[in-house]
């Protein structure tokens, strides 16, 4: 709610509380709760909340990256070198989620580990697998394709409200089910599935569960073993805040016999001569090639990053953020997409103005979201209204929110 300066002055202290307030409003612009927003430059030439877009890199980051480019430039590494780097990165990944170091491999993207799974499940014709319609289009795209090609049934989970549930894909899931896909977190809204309910789900009707976790992973603390996930994939450039080209899959350990390569190169344990080789049992099969070996420098740089500030400090950081949002946009009279209670660093809501209009507003105001344009099979917005995301990030502060509720506030709620 506004409040105009004639109030403050109609009081005898109208002075001192005007004091008061621009005191306060500038320990909001420049607040720093984690420490961290000094290593971030665009956080203070902008008012950056598009981390679900691309994630800005922190100063140790780019340091990692510069050194990479360096080094290149004058001896570049050896591959013993990069291969050391590579199993650190991929410790430090697996650490991050609770695996296994032989658990996790590093592909290219996201939407190429869920084609390794469906590739390798062999889905046959009368067979089915369910997924949402809060995933990334990728999901749907692989899905119905094999629906086109080998036969299977793609069921299609509709949210309620912003959300899709247990309860909602119990209804779908049967003993011909193979696969659940889901994004752990939705990029349309950030809403938050039951990862363990639909583990149990899946697994009591013989089926795996797979999700896409690029706009989980980073966000908040996840542990694949105590929500039972089979397979996870997921990309360095949004929340981890690294590079593109280098996405970390994780297959469970008791399914790696199961998910094989999709594809084979150079990358084998040990050559035995005459043109016999030893391919790798872990998730190392998955690199059959060299990787973007400077992205895994970047994203090294990225995991000690996020692991030095506390990935639970982060989630109780953005997540008190995000409900300031809430609040803010609801006394202001918009209408949420996310639902209430959904613990995450992601929320959409509906304004009036068409989406150039809207992003334009923002852009002027040199605030950074995005405007989801319905132009995909998405949940459509009420009235054909434009729907805002917002991603807080860690080194958002209360400054940030009130500034997007400035902008959100000279735009018709309806």
């Avoid at 002055?9 to 927003?37: I, K, N």
């Avoid at 510069?66 to 990944?93: M, N, Q, Y």
């Avoid at 993207?109 to 799974?117: I, L, P, W």
């Avoid at 997409?337 to 334009?360: D, H, N, Q, W």
């Amino acid at each position: 709610m506004q409040v105009s300066r004639r109030h403050f002055l109609g009081a005898t202290s109208g002075a001192a509380t005007l004091s008061a307030l621009s005191t306060r409003t500038t320990a909001q612009a420049t607040a720093d709760p984690l420490g961290v927003r000094r290593d971030f430059p665009g956080a203070d030439e902008y008012t950056f909340l598009n981390t679900a877009y691309i994630g800005l890199v922190s100063r140790p980051v780019l340091e990692a990256g510069r050194a990479w480019l360096d080094a290149r430039a004058h001896i570049p590494p050896e591959v013993g070198a990069l291969s050391r780097k590579t199993d650190e990165v991929r410790h430090a990944f697996a650490s991050l989620i609770n695996a296994s170091d032989d658990e996790v491999g590093l592909l290219f993207s996201t939407s190429e580990g869920e084609n390794v799974v469906t590739d390798a499940l062999d889905l046959r014709q009368g067979e089915n697998v369910v997924i949402d319609d809060l995933a990334y289009p990728s999901t749907s795209i692989i899905h119905k394709r094999l629906e086109e090609t080998r036969g299977i049934e793609v069921r299609i989970v509709r949210q309620r409200d912003g959300g899709t549930y247990v309860e909602d894909f119990a209804r779908l899931v049967d003993n011909k089910t193979r696969l659940i896909s889901v994004a752990w977190v939705s990029n349309l809204n950030g809403f938050r599935h039951d990862m363990k309910g639909l583990a149990d789900l899946a697994h009591a009707h013989g089926a795996l569960l797979y999700t896409d976790a690029i706009q989980a992973v980073g966000m908040s603390p996840l542990d694949v073993r105590a929500e039972g996930i089979d397979f996870l994939c997921c990309g360095g450039y949004k929340w981890l805040m690294a590079g593109f080209g280098v996405a970390p899959f994780f297959v469970r350990r008791e399914l790696l016999d199961r998910v094989r390569p999709d594809r084979a190169g150079w990358h084998v344990e040990k050559s035995l001569g005459g043109y016999r080789y030893q391919p790798f049992t872990n998730a190392k099969k998955y690199e059959f090639a060299s990787l973007a070996f400077g992205e895994v420098y970047l994203l090294g740089a990225a995991l000690d990053y996020l692991q030095r500030v506390g990935l639970q400090r982060i989630e109780a950081h953005t997540v008190a953020l995000t409900d300031r949002l809430r609040a803010g946009l609801v006394e202001r009279g918009f209408q949420v997409f996310t639902p209430r209670g959904t613990r995450s660093s992601i929320l959409s809501f509906y304004v009036k103005p068409s989406p150039e209009a809207a992003g334009k507003a923002f852009e002027e105001a040199r605030v950074k979201i995005s405007i989801q344009r319905g132009e995909t099979d998405e949940p459509a917005g009420p009235e054909a209204r434009s729907r805002v995301r917002v991603a807080v990030s860690l080194f958002n502060n209360a400054g940030d929110i009130q500034r997007l509720l400035d902008v959100a506030e000279k735009l018709p709620v309806s």
